[in-house]
């Protein structure tokens, strides 16, 4: 194995370089000359107390370490790959109470409850109202433009938001009038680290105890009255396979990051790609391809890496893991891996077949709500392509300074070519 040719101080995981792109040169490099690469870091810079990572940058080994979690364990540190280095780790302890940070048999157990409201039933009784919504959505968004006299509006706040955060409110019995709040919570605790927000990590905390606590009020009244809704289904008979009150505050954060963030960026990327692809515009509106929401999710990755620690020594891709080393697996490079998509570059809305990672490796952590997720953009972008057929970039997009979300957060658009 060859040592990889890369910047000095090279971090995948540094928000500054999140900040202004995902570093697709250096994960080839890696997948190249080292595939399992230690990436050294300052002790405590990420908030753990140690001195670097594994990154994990093809395919086959980020699917290796995803399904194996008896040797890669998301409870030990969670999965999250980088806090702030001010974090406090009685902090990162409260969130193993979150399921993506759980273990079997814990997560096989709060899995198979939450489940429930995941079923392609309950995703079948989404789509009418969803569809209404996302046609609302569009149809606000051409009212905003005109209403703008450069024909001009941004994208995330006006479209990307909004359908996410309606699929989860209609979901779990939220009133639509509180989805500004659960975007405003689920924005601070993602967004510190960017300093345009000036929010700080006890900020964030703070958010995340609203929406817990938000959370735990709406499960409490549906166990003192009962309705026909997923939170009842949930929480009501707890103790007989049911939630606790505060395990499904934890959940509706999780639904909030998870379920929220990450289906809305990868409805700005996939607006920015077609914008930039105009030739999978054209073809997207005149055919409508099945196999658009599963190349927006792969195009943009939402969720950069997550990680994973060793419960004891293994190898992985001929590297001595020890026990305790954090291993970072990173999804934006597997989804660029050539031994595995022809022409990962191509922005393509017919790729097929589409293994991608984008909803994660496999294993007890697949994306729970992946046909949620691909119905919220498949019914968006049919609503734009409808209402806004003739958008185009009104500027580039701003990104997110974050160490794991490749994030946007604003996308100017317009409905007309300027004068």
């Not at 302890?93 to 039933?121: A, C, S």
């Not at 790609?273 to 599963?294: N, S, V």
């Not at 994306?367 to 919220?376: N, P």
């Amino acid at each position: 194995m060859t040592c990889p040719h890369l910047p000095e101080g090279f971090d995948a995981t540094d928000p500054d370089l999140l900040l202004s792109r995902v570093p697709l040169p250096e994960f080839a490099e890696l997948r190249q000359t080292a595939p399992v690469w230690w990436c050294p870091q300052p002790r405590g810079v990420t908030g753990f107390d140690d001195e670097g990572y594994w990154a994990v940058t093809r395919h086959a080994d980020v699917k290796y370490v995803s399904t194996h979690p008896e040797l890669f364990s998301s409870h030990e540190n969670t999965a999250v790959i980088r806090f702030n280095e001010h974090i406090d780790r009685d902090q990162i302890e409260v969130q193993k109470l979150i399921m993506l940070n759980m273990d079997p048999p814990e997560h096989t157990r709060v899995r198979q409850i939450v489940q429930r409201g995941f079923t392609p039933r309950a995703i079948r009784s989404l789509e009418t109202v969803l569809r209404t919504r996302a046609r609302a959505i569009a149809d606000e968004a051409k009212a905003a433009a005109a209403a703008d006299p450069d024909g001009t509006f941004d994208f995330v706040t006006r479209v990307a938001v909004e359908l996410p955060l309606q699929a989860i409110a209609e979901l779990i019995g939220v009133p639509q009038e509180d989805r500004s709040r659960i975007f405003d919570w689920s924005n601070k605790m993602v967004a510190y680290d960017d300093p345009e927000y000036a929010i700080t990590e006890e900020v964030g905390v703070e958010a995340a105890t609203e929406l817990i606590g938000y959370a735990m009020n709406m499960a409490a009244a549906r166990k003192e009255c009962p309705a026909k809704d997923i939170v009842s289904q949930l929480v009501a008979a707890e103790g007989q396979g049911n939630l606790s009150s505060d395990e499904f505050g934890f959940f509706v954060l999780l639904l909030a990051v998870a379920g929220n963030e990450t289906t809305r960026n990868a409805i700005s990327h996939g607006m920015h790609a077609f914008l930039t692809h105009p030739d999978q515009w054209e073809l997207y509106k005149r055919e409508r391809p099945a196999t658009t929401a599963e190349e927006i999710v792969r195009w943009a990755t939402p969720v950069v890496s997550f990680q994973r620690t060793a419960t004891q020594d293994t190898e992985l891709g001929g590297q001595k893991i020890k026990r305790g080393d954090r291993v970072g697996l990173f999804y934006s490079s597997a989804n660029n891996d050539p031994e595995v998509f022809e022409n990962p570059g191509a922005f393509d809305i017919t790729r097929d077949p589409n293994p991608h990672l984008g909803f994660g490796g496999g294993g007890p952590h697949f994306c729970l709500g992946k046909a949620l997720a691909v119905k919220e953009i498949e019914l968006i972008f049919e609503a734009v392509a409808d209402a806004l057929p003739d958008l185009t970039l009104a500027g580039p997009p701003r990104r997110l300074r974050a160490a794991w979300l490749n994030g946007v957060k604003e996308l100017r658009v317009r409905t007309t070519a300027p004068a």
